[in-house]
């Protein structure tokens, strides 16, 4: 019987790692694929729903559209994990595995931060689609996009919210009568990349956006109308997109291989420490930022090594922490970050653009996952 690899979660890293699988060793691949939802959805499409560019249902891609050679996708929730017995249980069956890697992401912690839930957050696809139907009622006085803690998904994000808000409050004519600030816990607004938050503070400057960094947000209070950041400054606010604390999912932090709120791996290989267990992507401690290009970049380092203990071969290439992620700066402009976190001595960042022409290239990134994974 082949090794039997169980996959929790089916995200950036879960599917990477099922289709190199599949591709290297075909029906022997023997992966089981466990996920909780009906869809996958990429993180920057909150963006399109929050600005109304695109509804939710066409930022959704099915599972049902999943079909790899050697690969099994079975939509359950996992309930437990017993990482030294290798064993899941989910609401639906008990999976033994051989290998097994978790790749179950970050969840929202909403109640970690009071009145955030009230005011709004835009980092899930139903918390973008209330605030798209909040904004056409905004036509005047201040917007907030606040951080409320770190680590966050995609860094950028914030920043690029308050951009394309800017674009969206001008269409409408009222930019003038609102004032946008974005509260980051950051001194800067991408930390390991001094290029982008240059730019990206030139930028803020250009459109009249107010940077607050160096504190995240502690409390809304809706009824006062008022923002409190960890320092102690206070910010009145009308209109507020609020980006929720993080932490693994309950079923992880639930389970031994949780310390310090997510999973600790050795950044080169992914291992946790229980052999044969591996953690991938924003669920585990990886030393890089929480975005779907490490997620699926660690899962490939992952792939490599059950590839090479099956079929032989040279150990994989340690995972080197290097990635592009792409940044909107309104008017159709996007620049790339090229980082690399983990080669050299410490983080290098640099920017490439913005430009229409990179917008382009990330509609092909998002495409060419698409097509890679779903086939369509
Ligand atoms: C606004 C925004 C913009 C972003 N922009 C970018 C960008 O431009 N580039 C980029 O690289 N990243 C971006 N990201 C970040 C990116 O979406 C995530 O970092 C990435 O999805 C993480 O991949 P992952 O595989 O670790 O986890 P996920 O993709 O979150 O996958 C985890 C999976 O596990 C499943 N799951 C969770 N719990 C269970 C359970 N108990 N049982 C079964 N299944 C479960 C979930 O349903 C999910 O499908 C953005 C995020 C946001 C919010």
């Given at each position: 019987?082949?090794?039997?690899?169980?996959?929790?979660?089916?995200?950036?890293?879960?599917?990477e790692l099922a289709t190199v699988?599949?591709?290297?060793?075909?029906?022997?691949?023997?992966?089981?694929?466990?996920?909780?939802?009906?869809?996958?959805?990429?993180?920057?499409?909150?963006?399109?729903?929050?600005?109304?560019?695109?509804?939710?249902?066409?930022?959704?891609?099915?599972?049902?559209?999943?079909?790899?050679?050697?690969?099994?996708?079975?939509?359950?929730?996992?309930?437990?994990?017993?990482?030294?017995?290798?064993?899941?249980?989910?609401?639906?069956?008990?999976?033994?595995?051989?290998?097994?890697?978790?790749?179950?992401?970050?969840?929202?912690?909403?109640?970690?931060?009071?009145?955030?839930?009230?005011?709004?957050?835009?980092?899930?696809?139903?918390?973008?689609?209330?605030?798209?139907?909040?904004?056409?009622?905004?036509?005047?006085?201040?917007?907030?996009?606040?951080?409320?803690?770190?680590?966050?998904k995609c860094p950028p994000a914030?920043?690029?919210?308050?951009?394309?808000?800017?674009?969206?409050?001008?269409?409408?004519?009222?930019?003038?009568?609102?004032?946008?600030?974005?509260?980051?816990?950051?001194?800067?607004?991408?930390?390991?990349?001094?290029?982008?938050?240059?730019?990206?503070?030139?930028?803020?400057?250009?459109?009249?956006?107010?940077?607050?960094?160096?504190?995240?947000?502690?409390?809304?209070?809706?009824?006062?109308?008022?923002?409190?950041?960890?320092?102690?400054?206070?910010?009145?606010?009308?209109?507020?997109?609020?980006?929720?604390?993080?932490?693994?999912?309950?079923?992880?932090?639930?389970?031994?291989?949780?310390?310090?709120?997510?999973?600790?791996?050795?950044?080169?290989?992914?291992?946790?420490?229980?052999?044969?267990?591996?953690?991938?992507?924003d669920v585990a401690t990886l030393?890089?930022?929480?975005?779907?290009?490490?997620?699926?970049?660690?899962?490939?380092?992952?792939?490599?090594?059950?590839?090479?203990?099956?079929?032989?071969?040279?150990?994989?290439?340690?995972?080197?922490?290097?990635?592009?992620?792409?940044?909107?700066?309104?008017?159709?402009?996007?620049?790339?970050?090229?980082?690399?976190?983990?080669?050299?001595?410490?983080?290098?960042?640099?920017?490439?653009?913005?430009?229409?022409?990179?917008?382009?290239?990330?509609?092909?990134?998002?495409?060419?996952?698409?097509?890679?994974?779903?086939?369509?």
């Amino acid at each position: 019987m082949s090794e039997r690899v169980v996959i929790l979660g089916a995200g950036f890293g879960g599917l990477e790692l099922a289709t190199v699988l599949s591709e290297k060793l075909g029906e022997e691949a023997g992966v089981t694929l466990l996920e909780a939802g009906e869809s996958f959805v990429f993180g920057y499409s909150k963006l399109d729903v929050l600005f109304g560019r695109r509804e939710p249902h066409e930022v959704r891609v099915p599972y049902a559209g999943f079909a790899k050679p050697g690969v099994r996708l079975l939509r359950e929730s996992v309930t437990t994990i017993d990482p030294e017995a290798l064993r899941v249980t989910t609401d639906r069956a008990v999976h033994e595995a051989d290998v097994l890697v978790i790749a179950l992401g970050a969840d929202y912690d909403l109640d970690a931060t009071p009145g955030v839930a009230e005011a709004g957050e835009f980092y899930s696809v139903a918390g973008a689609e209330r605030m798209r139907d909040v904004l056409p009622t905004f036509t005047r006085g201040h917007a907030v996009v606040g951080v409320c803690g770190a680590p966050f998904k995609c860094p950028p994000a914030p920043s690029e919210a308050a951009l394309l808000l800017h674009d969206y409050l001008s269409d409408r004519g009222v930019r003038d009568a609102c004032q946008i600030s974005v509260v980051l816990p950051f001194g800067t607004p991408v930390p390991p990349s001094p290029d982008t938050s240059e730019a990206l503070l030139a930028a803020f400057a250009a459109c009249g956006i107010e940077f607050v960094g160096s504190s995240p947000v502690a409390a809304v209070d809706v009824e006062q109308g008022t923002v409190s950041l960890a320092d102690g400054r206070e910010l009145p606010y009308d209109l507020f997109l609020g980006v929720p604390r993080h932490r693994a999912p309950r079923v992880v932090l639930e389970s031994p291989l949780a310390e310090g709120g997510y999973v600790p791996v050795d950044s080169r290989t992914l291992g946790t420490r229980f052999p044969n267990v591996y953690a991938v992507g924003d669920v585990a401690t990886l030393g890089v930022p929480k975005a779907g290009v490490f997620s699926e970049r660690a899962a490939r380092v992952v792939a490599d090594a059950i590839v090479a203990r099956r079929l032989g071969g040279e150990p994989p290439e340690p995972f080197d922490g290097r990635g592009s992620c792409f940044v909107e700066f309104g008017s159709g402009r996007v620049g790339r970050v090229d980082v690399d976190f983990l080669s050299g001595p410490k983080p290098v960042g640099t920017l490439a653009g913005p430009s229409p022409e990179l917008a382009a290239e990330k509609v092909d990134f998002g495409a060419s996952r698409r097509a890679r994974w779903f086939g369509c």
